[in-house]
Structure formats: C-alpha cells, structure tokens
C-alpha cells in the first residue's frame, strides 16, 4: 500500500477521475442544474478536450525539463481522454437521441460540428486499441506514425466546439490557442528553442539536461 | 389547439403557497450568496413581490409550467454574461428604480412612461405561453403583464410607422457583461406593426405572480411566444416606431443564421442544427417543435403567402 501511494501513477489516476467523481456528486444531490443533460455533455467534452491538451503537453513538459520519465504518465492521459471522450459519446447516444440511428445519422451529415466531433471520436478508437507494450513492440515505426493522429484529433475538438457555441467563442479559442502553442512547441525550430531555455536555467537541477546542455555547448 | 380559454385560474393556484414561501426563501439565500459573490451588489428588492390585482388571462396551457427555479436560473441573457448561470449569478448590479420606458418615432404621442406609470397602464392578467430557445431547449412561463397593443394604442402610431423597435437599457455598469464586445450594445429587438399588435404579444412585468426578477428582464420585457426567446427584448428602455426593419442585434451579430422574423419553424433549421426537436427543462426526451411554437391558429395568418425560408 505504501508503495502504491509513493507510485505517482497512483495519485494521476485518482485525479483523472476527479471530473467524473463530480458528475457523479453533483447528480445525486441534485446540482446539475435546469438541463442536467447539456451539463454532462458539456462536462464531459470539456474533459476530453483538457485530457487532449494535457497528453500533448507532455512531450514538451520533457523537453522543458529534460525529464524523460514524464513519458510514463502519457497513455495514461491518453487513456482517461479515450475514457471522457466515450462518456461523452455515449451521453449524445443515449441521452440526446436515445439510441435513434436515423436521427444520428441525420445529425451527423446535418450538423457540421457532430461530423467533426463524431470523426475525432473514432479517430480515437485505434489509438486506444494500440496503447499496450505489445502493440507498440508489434508496430514499431508505424505506432509513432499512427499515434500522430492525436494532432488531426486534437484540431478536430477545438473545432467541434468552435463551431458549435452560438456567439461567445472565448472559451473555444483558449483551448485553441493552448493546442497551437503545444504543437507549435514541436516545431524544429521551437524544439531548439526549449532545448536552449533549458540550458540557461535549469542546467544543474536534472542530470540528463546537464549531459545536453554539455553537448550543445560544443555545437556551438 | 392546445389554447384554450379559462375565466377562473389564480396565479396562486399554479403553485401551491407554501412551496411559493419555500422557493422565496431559497432565492433569498441565493441572492444572499450572489450579493456577497458580487461583494455587496444587493438583489433587487423588487424581485419576489407578490403583484397586485393579477387576474387570470385569457391564454393558459395544459402543460405542466417549468419550475420557478430553473425559469429564474437558467437562462440566456448576454447583458449579464453568455453563461445560463450568469444572469442569475450577475443581475443583482442592476437598478430597476427609477426606471423609464421612452417611446419615440412614429407616434402621435411621444413621450417618456415612468415604470410605475406603466405598471399601471393596463390591467395585468397572467398569461401561460411556451418559449422556445433557438438553442434547442424550452419552457413553459406564467408571465403575467399586458397586452403590448395597449401601449401601442396610446402611443398612436402613424402611416409611416411599420415596424417597432425595442432597445434594451446599455449601461456596462449596471450590466457587466456589456463589457465584453459578444453583440454590439446596446440590444436591439424589432418586430413588425402587426406583430406588435396581436393579442398575444405581451409585455411582461412579472412571472408566477410576483414581480420580475432582474435576470428574466426586469422591470419590463417583451414576450413573443410563437418566436424563438431571443426575438422577447429585456429590460426595455425604448420602444421606437419605425418605417423599416431595424437591424437587430443577432442580425448584425449573425446575419447568416439569425433573421428579422425567427419565428419557431421546425422545418427551417439553424445553418449549424436542426429545430426539428427541443428539451422542454425538466424532460428527459426530446419533442417534437410545434410550427409558430404551437400558436399557429392564432399567427399564422401574419405570414400567409410568404416564404418562411427566405424570411426565417
């Protein structure tokens, strides 16, 4: 037990339940509001889309710190996205149209922000299918290759939710800002640039930044 | 039909009193909390008082009204943030005293109608009507207030006046969320002289017999239930009779997706989602929107020979 609590995977686990713990509370003491439907999918949407960001954040969170053991923590956060995104999936099915396929199907062609979130949904599928050891072993190459969906998916959620607010896009465009900064952030240029950042203030804290900033040190 | 006329329904009927006291005291712990969330913004002492002389009106529904609490927490009015919560949350900063209503254009009698004035105007009668959100969801409102053709009766409009227009109040002191540029201030609403003069277009100065609450449009609001809600302009401080069409808010906003009639049509859908269905609050399926929103016995004459897709 002592172990497990010192297991940081541990407490990351716990917090990605949070969201749901929540919606959970919040139905059984009667606080989801006048719509407690829209609430949900709101909810759950909004999770899937800080779920994305976070996963993508991961990569330059490593090249900022040099600490490449954060990698252990991103299926993970892949996986609870996979996880919001499917409640999310699930609460339009169920709850929105109650399992109706000719009005699903109707609302994904008629709605242009259904398509794209229904779209990025499914892109998701694989992804999660191929997130164990050994399906990354048997894929090799092609696993990076596959897993960078995740930039079209994360695009494809901004862009859900862009299109589907009626005016008020401030909250839709901050998450699309932050999505462009992080993909920005995997740039060449911008890798450098972090790499370089890191050497200037963090040259002693972790080792392997250390060993790197010697190493550009003698590129220049 | 689902109108039908009732001469002997009170508005105290529809809830029963001691749920009325139950609700009154949740909502003044409620604006205790947003008064303090707003540090030191009072609600308005105005909300929650019983009106007087209330008679029941000619126009009731056979379907079950939406609760007191989601009408006054969940709702749409930008004035105080694009959240549903927000008006609730936020309205408390505006002043609903002293209050006037201009009335300018058109007219043989311009002039300027103190609040109370208005209040008084003509007798207030409790009117039952659906509304439904262009967003997709719906209600069922007691309002009570009176018919808009009595004001308009005494303003006399001219030959030239066609179109009215209402202009809601634009003071980003009193309505924070006018601070963000979301739709250009002050909003604007217009209907034409006919609209304005059917019998079922309401001014509305209360809801489940009690004064309006600053968040729902107070002290003073249009209601025009065969149109999606945001065609039914809050807090009116000018009512201008007009030769053509004013540009109203969500035109200039969205031209594309908002037009000048917005009338409830599930046949004519959002560019971005279909109008065939809504959650009517408290609901967990779907139904199906009514044409005009159910009252087409009554306005459909308005539209005859007209092309409800191009004039959506």
Redesign the interface.
């Known amino acids: 037990m002592g172990a497990a609590l010192r297991n940081p995977k541990f407490w990351i686990f716990g917090i990605c339940l949070l969201p749901l713990a929540r919606l959970v509370f919040l139905g059984g003491s009667d606080g989801l509001?006048?719509?407690p439907?829209?609430f949900i999918t709101r909810s759950t949407g909004i999770w899937t889309l800080v779920g994305l960001l976070l996963t993508l954040s991961v990569t330059p969170l490593r090249r900022l710190s040099g600490r490449a053991d954060l990698i252990r923590y991103r299926r993970m956060l892949g996986l609870f996205t996979f996880f919001y995104a499917g409640l999310h999936f699930v609460t339009y099915i169920w709850?929105?149209q109650?399992f109706d396929p000719a009005a699903i199907a109707?609302?994904i062609v008629?709605?242009?922000?259904i398509t794209v979130g229904f779209t990025a949904f499914v892109l998701l599928i694989p992804l999660a299918m191929t997130s164990t050891h050994a399906m990354m072993r048997r894929l090799g190459r092609r696993w990076q290759l596959l897993h960078r969906l995740v930039y079209l998916i994360a695009l494809l959620g901004v862009i859900h939710y862009l299109?589907?607010v009626?005016?008020?896009l401030?909250e839709p465009l901050i998450y699309g800002t932050v999505l462009i900064v992080l993909l920005a952030m995997r740039l060449p240029w911008c890798v450098t640039l972090l790499q370089t950042a890191r050497n200037r203030f963090a040259p002693a804290r972790f080792p392997i930044g250390k060993a790197l900033a010697r190493g550009a040190g003698r590129r220049n | 039909m689902l109108l039908r006329q009732t001469a002997d329904i009170l508005p105290s009927e529809i809830t029963p009193p001691e749920i009325y006291r139950e609700r009154r005291r949740f909502m003044q712990g409620l604006g205790v909390l947003a008064a303090g969330a707003a540090l030191g913004a009072a609600p308005d002492a105005g909300a929650g008082v019983k009106l007087a002389g209330v008679r029941a009106g000619a126009y009731t529904l056979d379907e079950d009204k939406t609760p007191y609490k989601d009408v006054t927490t969940y709702n749409n009015f930008y004035e105080f943030g694009t959240g549903k919560g927000d008006p609730a949350k936020n309205a408390g900063s505006l002043k609903t005293r002293p209050w006037t209503v201009a009335i300018e254009g058109e007219v043989g009698n311009p002039g300027m109608y103190d609040i109370d004035t208005l209040l008084k105007l003509a007798p207030l009668e409790e009117r039952v009507y659906r509304m439904r959100c262009v967003e997709g969801w719906s209600m069922v409102i007691p309002w009570v207030g009176f018919p808009l053709s009595e004001l308009i009766r005494r303003a006399a409009p001219t030959g030239n006046a066609k179109y009215v227009e209402f202009v809601t109040l634009n003071d980003p002191k009193q309505m924070p969320g006018q601070r963000s540029r979301v739709l250009d201030w002050p909003y604007v609403e217009g209907l034409r002289l006919d609209e304005a003069m059917h019998p079922l277009t309401l001014l509305a100065v209360g809801l489940y017999g009690e004064v309006l609450p600053n968040q729902n449009g107070a002290p003073i609001r249009l209601v025009v239930p065969w149109k999606y809600g945001f065609k039914s302009a809050k807090s009116i401080v000018k009512i201008r009779f007009v030769e053509k069409p004013p540009l109203t808010a969500w035109m200039h906003a969205a031209p594309r997706e908002y037009g000048f009639y917005s009338n409830v049509n599930p046949e004519v859908d959002h560019p971005r989602w279909s109008q065939a269905k809504e959650r009517r609050i408290g609901e967990f399926r779907k139904r199906d929107t009514l044409m005009f929103n159910g009252y087409g016995a009554q306005v459909a004459q308005l539209y005859r020979g007209m092309d409800l897709k191009k004039f959506f």
Request: net charge positive; charged share 45%; hydrophobic share 35%.
């Open positions: 509001g006048a719509n439907i829209e709850l929105d109650f109707r609302d008629k709605r242009p922000f299109w589907l009626k005016k008020d401030t």
